[in-house]
């Protein structure tokens, strides 16, 4: 097997990544089976896939499984921090994929790397976040014309996209996988809510017991965090700008109050919300010594570091990922990971099982994308439904779990309208 071109921070680091991928593969059955079908059938051969995606060992298995199905693959990172050094060692050795990504990369060295994954003339594109598709529309126009379709792994991008389409400036079909049930229900807010807490943890060792955290956002994100905390006995604070998502806090027996009130009382924030500057200058005023902030939504925009840098006479590193910033009137406000995604950047982001869905989707997503007939128009589109229940009935499968099914009395009962009391 020949080295592809790729930019990586050491090859040599190839076994141990490999021994992680392997170790993620066995919480990824549905993902496996996609695998070993797509091996038989080869429903990708020759097609050209350029993923912006987290490199984790999870995204490595889905990696193989497109390769598996014929699909030549090129890498590049959705984040400048969450990128596992080992396991894009083991994909340009082992697997002779194209991998642009460095943990702790620039910003600069970021768009670099997802340009010399666009060099690779893409026909299907992945994202976590929509930067790929971004730049292909903006910077990277002379790219456009083979890509075929996409496909989209988080909410911030399906928003994007959405906004990109309202424009009328998408110019291929992508596929919204973040919005399959089998997907945002549970990797949202399952593997948010314990990814988010690892890499908390990780990062200070804190004592979540007795302490009092303040989740920014109720979304299936803000759920998972807030119910985590909750089980490892924080006392959990909610803020949110949606009536419906802040009643549903409130009755799921969690404080909700603003950002503003909020800030006096939080040990440990974490934003979960998708917007800008959800924690700003005047909340800064307002926080006790020694209080953490946590990003854990995708973008690194959600705490207003800039102002925080402002009102700061120093920053310094305390350990890996917590960085105290000193406030001119004494203060300490410790910030994780550069207010970038906490779960990927100080932990290993969100545990295999849940992903395995998530990527099961990415895989039969890419299948629908080459199978629709006619071909499916630009904008953004909806995995099909079948696709979430075959999701989800592998998963159930793979831990042994067996379903009731309606008699033919209760489908006739449910398609029925004449019985009443
Ligand atoms: N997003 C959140 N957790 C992830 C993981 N483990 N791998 C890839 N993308 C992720």
């Given at each position: 097997m020949s080295v592809p071109e790729h930019d990586i921070?050491?090859?040599?680091l190839a076994e141990y990544g490999a021994q992680r991928i392997a170790w993620a593969a066995r919480e990824m059955p549905v993902t496996a089976q996609i695998h070993e079908r797509f091996a038989a059938?080869?429903?990708?051969?020759g097609l050209r896939i350029a993923g912006c995606l987290h490199i984790t060992s999870e995204t490595a298995n889905l990696a193989l499984a497109l390769q598996a199905g014929g699909a030549e693959i090129a890498l590049c990172a959705s984040?400048?921090?969450?990128?596992q050094d080992d396991v894009a060692a083991a994909l340009v050795e082992r697997s002779g994929m194209s991998v642009f990504a460095v943990k702790g990369e620039s910003n600069e060295t970021y768009y670099e790397h997802i340009h010399r994954a666009i060099d690779g003339r893409p026909q299907i594109t992945i994202d976590d976040g929509a930067d790929l598709v971004s730049t292909l529309h903006s910077?990277?126009?002379?790219?456009?014309?083979?890509?075929?379709g996409g496909c989209e792994e988080t909410t911030t991008g399906v928003i994007r996209l959405r906004a990109m389409a309202a424009d009328g400036a998408l110019a291929y079909p992508i596929m919204a996988?973040?919005?399959a049930a089998t997907k945002h229900f549970f990797d949202n807010r399952y593997g948010t809510g314990q990814s988010a807490l690892d890499g908390v943890i990780r990062a200070t060792n804190l004592l979540l017991a007795g302490k009092t955290i303040v989740v920014a956002g109720y979304g299936m994100c803000g759920r998972g965090v807030a119910s985590r905390a909750d089980g490892l006995g924080a006392h959990v604070i909610v803020t949110e700008v949606d009536p419906l998502r802040a009643l549903e806090a409130v009755m799921d027996g969690y404080r909700v109050m603003p950002m503003a009130e909020a800030a006096d009382e939080g040990d440990l924030f974490i934003t979960?919300?998708?917007?800008?500057?959800?924690?700003d200058e005047p909340h800064f005023a307002r926080m006790k010594s020694g209080a953490i902030l946590a990003n854990a939504g995708h973008?690194?925009?959600?705490?207003n570091l800039e102002a925080l840098s402002a009102i700061s006479e120093q920053e310094r590193e305390l350990k890996p990922f917590v960085t105290a910033h000193t406030t001119a009137d004494g203060r300490e406000i410790l910030v994780l990971?550069?207010?970038?995604l906490v779960n990927l950047s100080a932990a290993e982001g969100h545990p295999a099982s849940v992903m395995d869905m998530s990527f099961a989707n990415q895989a039969l997503a890419v299948e629908h994308l080459l199978r629709a007939d006619p071909p499916l128009a630009p904008g953004v589109h909806e995995v099909p439904s079948e696709i979430d229940q075959d999701v989800a009935q592998l998963k159930l499968a793979s831990m042994g779990i067996e379903l009731d099914t309606l008699t033919a009395e209760q489908q006739r009962y449910l398609s029925s309208w004449d019985e009443g009391t």
């Open positions: 921070a050491d090859g040599r059938e080869r429903p990708l051969d984040n400048p921090l969450s990128t910077d990277r126009r002379d790219a456009l014309d083979t890509v075929l996988v973040n919005d979960v919300t998708g917007d800008v500057h959800v924690i973008f690194n925009h959600e705490i990971a550069e207010g970038r």
